[in-house]
């Protein structure tokens, strides 16, 4: 079963390697938005994904857009390996891309949201970096040192215990999503990381240039 898997990877990759050529910029637009779905008995995909087509680095767009299929593709592998393991209960599986901009500084914010029976999960990734001739990924601490943001954050939580999990919250991972509104830095929790379900992708925001 899990060849089979392989093998519709496999299409996948082959199926976005020959559409992206067709791929042409809209005027004022440096992205195309694009889905995957599929719809079998053992699950149903569901899944919204970025392809960067007009970003003044070339070299950083290619590497960018292989990274978005390779996580495309890395949701679509979790789902048919868990369907392998399900026992007959169908898996259900959503993934949504935003793109936010805040002046020149972009973040791809890639929600997921898989279901098998009554178990539910939410996660969250973003790719961030600024859109300029020579450019990389930026990371959380570019803008703020991890300390800091653990601080912050917990200074937070603790204030509202009625909605967040002040105990076992422990600390901030480097790789929390994020993407930058105005003067703060907003960081996006998974779903269940920090708060309890019913508040989805939780979001906290700290002021970046507060002296801490």
């Known amino acids: 079963m899990r060849v089979k898997n392989i093998y519709s990877l496999i ?11 067709s791929v042409q910029a809209k005027e004022g637009l440096i992205y195309e938005m694009k889905n995957f779905d599929e719809v079998e008995n053992r699950w149903e995909i569901h899944i919204q994904y970025t392809e960067f087509t007009g970003l003044e680095d070339k070299v950083f767009q290619e590497k960018l857009n292989k990274m978005i299929e390779e996580k495309v593709a890395g949701y679509i592998q979790t789902v048919k390996e868990e369907a392998d393991d399900s026992h007959g209960v169908p898996i259900r599986f959503y993934g949504e891309t935003k793109i936010l901009k805040e002046n020149n500084f972009y973040s791809v914010l ?28 930026a990371t959380l601490m570019d803008f703020m040192d991890l300390d800091k943001i653990d601080k912050e954050v917990k200074k937070q939580i603790s204030a509202n215990p009625d909605v967040y999990f002040v105990e076992e919250f422990k600390q901030v991972r480097p790789d929390t999503a994020f993407y930058l509104q105005g003067e703060e830095l907003v960081l996006i929790f998974n779903k269940y990381e920090i708060a309890p379900g019913v508040y989805g992708t939780s979001e906290i925001k700290i002021p970046i240039n507060h002296r801490y």
């Open 11 to 21: 299409a996948f990759v082959l199926f976005l390697s020959g559409f992206a050529s």
């Open 110 to 137: 890639m929600t997921s949201s898989l279901s098998r029976g009554n178990t539910f999960s939410g996660d969250v990734e973003s790719f961030n970096f600024y859109n300029q001739k020579e450019t990389q990924l």
